[in-house]
């Protein structure tokens, strides 16, 4: 079983749409969560990251961890063409090793 | 806002070659990694490195792979004698201490030929 899980997309939505991106994983042991972008040939970039269940809102971003179901979430409201990029899901038991998801590749259309 | 940077961007390098990647981390942060992107796969943990002696390594991290901090500033990956397979992104991050994520650099891509 694969630690984090991520659908690869590729997911199009018109601008001004909320995206909803999701990942699962599978070790109980993950208590820190995060979310990178990364852009074409470029390295991931911090958005987001929160510990332990709940939420954590950063302007158009919210981020969602539910413990119980081990299910990650990113909300980006009023989506722009400038967030067409992969989103990383990531966890960590300690922020040491990071395990990542494949990513989700986005496409906003303006 | 201070960054993590990578040299080269484009390192080409013959099957056999010794290589050396080299990372800035953040000036303060205390915690240094390096990961591997093959193309089309997820980012790989290889490395993490805390108080001049490694802390974690992975699998992948053989004993064809040594990192260094040579100075108050760089943090190297060396792969002693390069393989095909070898060919990915590579990426420095770095933290500044515990409940800090890491801060990643743009990668090195690394092509072996």
């Known amino acids: 079983q694969k630690e984090v899980e991520q659908d690869p997309g590729p997911l199009s939505v018109p601008e001004g749409a909320i995206v909803s991106l999701n990942c699962t994983y599978s070790?109980?042991?993950?208590?820190?969560f995060m979310w990178y972008r990364q852009y074409s040939r470029k390295g991931p970039e911090l958005l987001m990251y929160?510990?332990?269940?709940g939420n954590k809102e950063d302007g158009r971003f919210t981020a969602q961890v539910d413990k119980s179901s081990k299910y990650i979430s990113l909300f980006i409201r009023d989506s722009q063409p400038s967030d067409s990029a992969t989103y990383l899901c990531a966890t960590s038991t300690n922020y040491q090793k990071v395990t990542f998801g494949i990513g989700t590749k986005l496409q906003v259309i303006p | 806002e201070p960054e993590v940077t990578q040299t080269p961007s484009h390192q080409v390098t013959q099957m056999g070659q010794e290589v050396i990647l080299r990372c800035v981390p953040i000036s303060n942060h205390l915690y240094f990694y390096w990961y591997r992107q093959i193309l089309g796969q997820k980012v790989e943990f290889l490395v993490s490195f805390y108080n001049n002696e490694i802390s974690e390594k992975s699998e992948i991290f053989d004993d064809q792979f040594s990192v260094e901090r040579p100075d108050g500033s760089n943090f190297t990956l060396k792969i002693r004698s390069t393989k095909l397979e070898d060919s990915a992104m590579y990426f420095c991050?770095?933290?500044?201490?515990?409940?800090?994520?890491?801060?990643f650099g743009d990668g090195t891509r690394l092509s072996i030929l």
């Open positions: 991050a770095s933290r500044i201490s515990n409940n800090q994520p890491q801060h």
């Open positions: 070790n109980s042991a993950f208590q820190y």
């Open positions: 929160t510990y332990s269940s």
